[in-house]
């Protein structure tokens, strides 16, 4: 059981949580919800490793926290891998952890590292596990493997993931996290949980048809006041009227059948009909107000954007027009990889898209830094964007840099992009440092300074999907889409690498 009471915490300068409540005794939970919102901080709040300043949280026992990253091996692997407990030792036979790959640990993929971390926390037998961004890096073999060894576990396990199959095949309750500013006119400016009980997957459906219902039921209440309002007006109007018929001193002297209506008006009550006529209709609007304004209006949020719109597209631009990129961007020679795979050589064309796929530590990595090697000796390192797998402290440091350098249009084109890319700019740049963010948020930095600078003749993208929330994942298909430039993917998104390479004309892939 895990219970969070009143919990407030803030970090870099920007409150997150404010009198948070939460209770879940799921066997296994999701937490979902934009990237920034807190779901990391909040799985470190719950597992001890940060500390509210306010508020108790309450663990039934020992947790564990993986974080998202596999920068360094975890340390417990030494005693649990080569200790006697046989029912330790079994999850890193599950997951394919041997010796031999604990011993070369700076040289596995993404998804290898993953699967050495997650076996030595669930080595550990603890009573709640906390997972952050689990499937991040791993192909479709590897998912199931991790799926597996999750569902053996004893654990209550409680992560935060965007990855729809991987969630859905493990969670029974999802935890969705909102700004309530962010999701309704007149909300606070507090994050809110909203719990389902039901996978990833049905909880976005049901979501979804909660503000499609609230934002029908708001737009009906509306137009019933605004209704109301007209005839307010109308007998406002009328009531004006009559006031001004009503009055003798207006008659002429000598007119005693003008004034003997009135009178018989005033005693007939006809002349406080508009009045009286317009008083109810003034308490039905009020009361109508009263009602629309006790549903939570959903708020719209634009979303979407294009490369095309900072001077990105290679038929339009001004600045870089398409006879200025050449029709072979770069030949890539026949290679031996580090890890002895041979590729054969190809071009990668103007406008080709490429799709580099194979299983963890088939050499999909490997292959991208060899691309990137030929390109800086062909002098061609300047006319390439590339958003590496894992963002570390050096790619932040240089981004913070070239975005310091930016003017204030420029700063001001990539704050608007990040918020089509689902993130909150005034959340960011509240912030005692913007690039303090999360890796999602980092992810779409990245993507964002990339409109604001020289354009380019390719795009290396490796795992783009990679801590982003769905919203964002969406938006960047439909970017991505439209792009003239050449991409090179890497990508275990299969619906991802789908809707924006395998229908286009140009698209070939490279299996490792």
Same mark, same amino acid.
């Given at each position: 059981?895990?219970?969070?009471?009143?919990? /407030?915490?803030?970090?870099?300068?920007?409150?997150?949580?404010?009198? *948070?409540?939460?209770?879940?005794?799921?066997?296994?939970?999701?937490?979902?919800?934009?990237?920034?919102?807190?779901?990391?901080? %909040?799985?470190?709040?719950?597992?001890?490793?940060?500390?509210?300043?306010?508020?108790?949280?309450?663990?039934?026992?020992?947790?564990?926290?993986?974080?998202?990253?596999?920068?360094?091996?975890?340390?417990?692997?030494?005693?649990?891998?080569?200790?006697?407990?046989?029912?330790?030792?079994?999850?890193?036979?599950?997951?394919?952890?041997?010796?031999?790959?604990?011993?070369?640990?700076?040289?596995?993929?993404?998804?290898?590292?993953?699967?050495?971390?997650?076996?030595?926390?669930?080595?550990?037998?603890?009573?709640?596990? *906390?997972?952050?961004?689990?499937?991040?890096?791993?192909?479709?073999?590897?998912?199931?493997?991790?799926?597996?060894? %999750?569902?053996?576990?004893?654990?209550?396990?409680?992560? @935060?993931?965007?990855?729809?199959?991987?969630?859905?095949?493990?969670?029974?309750?999802?935890?969705?996290?909102?700004?309530? $500013?962010?999701?309704?006119?007149?909300?606070?400016?507090?994050?809110?949980?909203?719990?389902?009980?039901?996978?990833?997957?049905?909880?976005?459906?049901?979501?979804?048809?909660?503000?499609?219902?609230?934002?029908?039921?708001?737009?009906?209440?509306?137009?019933?006041?605004?209704?109301?309002?007209?005839?307010?007006?109308?007998?406002?109007?009328? $009531?004006?009227?009559?006031?001004?018929?009503?009055?003798?001193?207006?008659?002429?002297?000598?007119?005693?059948?003008?004034?003997?209506?009135?009178?018989?008006?005033?005693?007939?009550?006809?002349?406080?009909?508009?009045?009286?006529?317009?008083?109810?209709?003034?308490?039905?609007?009020?009361?109508?107000?009263?009602?629309?304004?006790?549903?939570?209006?959903?708020?719209?949020?634009?979303?979407?954007?294009?490369?095309?719109?900072?001077?990105?597209?290679?038929?339009?631009?001004?600045?870089?027009?398409?006879?200025?990129?050449?029709?072979?961007?770069?030949?890539?020679?026949?290679?031996?990889?580090?890890?002895?795979?041979?590729?054969?050589?190809?071009?990668?064309?103007?406008?080709?898209?490429?799709?580099?796929?194979?299983?963890?530590?088939?050499?999909?990595?490997?292959?991208?830094?060899?691309?990137?090697?030929?390109?800086?000796?062909?002098?061609?390192?300047?006319?390439?964007?590339?958003?590496?797998?894992?963002?570390?402290?050096?790619?932040?440091?240089?981004?913070?840099?070239?975005?310091?350098?930016? /003017?204030?249009?420029?700063?001001?084109? @990539?704050?608007?992009?990040?918020?089509?890319?689902?993130?909150?700019?005034?959340?960011?740049?509240?912030?005692?440092?913007?690039?303090?963010?999360?890796?999602?948020?980092?992810?779409?930095?990245?993507?964002?300074?990339?409109?604001?600078?020289?354009?380019?003749?390719?795009?290396?993208?490796?795992?783009?999907?990679?801590?982003?929330?769905?919203?964002?994942?969406?938006?960047?298909?439909?970017?991505?889409?439209?792009?003239?430039?050449?991409?090179?993917?890497? $990508?275990?998104?299969?619906?991802?690498?789908?809707?924006?390479?395998?229908?286009?004309?140009?698209?070939? /892939?490279?299996?490792?």
């Amino acid at each position: 059981m895990i219970q969070i009471n009143s919990i /407030s915490f803030s970090f870099g300068g920007q409150i997150l949580f404010q009198n *948070f409540s939460l209770a879940t005794n799921a066997k296994c939970a999701c937490i979902a919800g934009n990237n920034g919102i807190g779901k990391s901080t %909040l799985l470190k709040l719950a597992a001890g490793i940060l500390r509210p300043s306010s508020g108790k949280i309450k663990i039934s026992g020992d947790a564990i926290y993986v974080e998202q990253e596999c920068r360094e091996i975890p340390q417990s692997v030494f005693s649990s891998f080569w200790g006697g407990d046989n029912e330790a030792r079994k999850f890193y036979s599950v997951l394919g952890v041997s010796e031999e790959k604990i011993s070369r640990w700076e040289e596995l993929s993404g998804g290898e590292k993953k699967c050495v971390q997650i076996a030595a926390a669930l080595a550990e037998n603890p009573a709640v596990l *906390f997972l952050d961004e689990p499937s991040n890096h791993l192909d479709g073999e590897t998912k199931q493997k991790i799926i597996f060894a %999750l569902k053996k576990s004893a654990a209550q396990i409680v992560l @935060v993931c965007h990855d729809r199959e991987f969630a859905d095949a493990l969670c029974e309750q999802t935890i969705f996290l909102f700004r309530e $500013s962010e999701a309704f006119a007149d909300g606070e400016d507090k994050v809110c949980a909203k719990i389902y009980n039901s996978n990833l997957s049905r909880a976005l459906e049901l979501r979804a048809e909660e503000f499609s219902s609230l934002k029908n039921e708001w737009q009906d209440a509306n137009q019933n006041s605004r209704k109301i309002k007209n005839a307010v007006e109308k007998w406002r109007q009328e $009531s004006a009227r009559s006031s001004g018929c009503v009055k003798k001193s207006a008659i002429e002297k000598g007119d005693h059948d003008a004034k003997s209506k009135i009178d018989m008006a005033r005693l007939s009550g006809k002349d406080r009909t508009a009045g009286d006529t317009h008083a109810r209709f003034e308490s039905l609007l009020a009361r109508a107000n009263e009602r629309r304004d006790k549903i939570k209006k959903p708020l719209s949020k634009k979303s979407g954007f294009a490369f095309s719109n900072a001077g990105m597209d290679f038929e339009t631009s001004n600045r870089f027009g398409a006879r200025d990129i050449p029709e072979n961007i770069l030949q890539f020679p026949k290679t031996i990889l580090a890890n002895g795979k041979t590729v054969e050589s190809f071009c990668i064309r103007r406008g080709a898209r490429i799709a580099l796929v194979g299983k963890n530590g088939s050499g999909k990595t490997l292959l991208v830094k060899a691309i990137l090697q030929e390109a800086k000796e062909k002098g061609r390192a300047e006319n390439i964007f590339y958003l590496p797998q894992i963002t570390d402290e050096n790619f932040r440091e240089r981004l913070c840099e070239n975005f310091d350098l930016l /003017s204030d249009e420029e700063k001001g084109a @990539v704050l608007s992009t990040l918020y089509r890319l689902n993130s909150n700019p005034d959340s960011l740049a509240e912030r005692e440092n913007i690039f303090d963010a999360s890796p999602g948020e980092i992810r779409k930095i990245a993507i964002a300074m990339s409109l604001c600078q020289r354009p380019s003749y390719l795009y290396i993208l490796d795992e783009p999907t990679n801590h982003l929330d769905l919203k964002s994942v969406l938006a960047l298909e439909d970017a991505l889409k439209n792009l003239s430039a050449a991409l090179v993917i890497v $990508s275990h998104d299969e619906a991802f690498l789908k809707n924006v390479l395998l229908f286009h004309k140009d698209f070939f /892939s490279i299996s490792l």
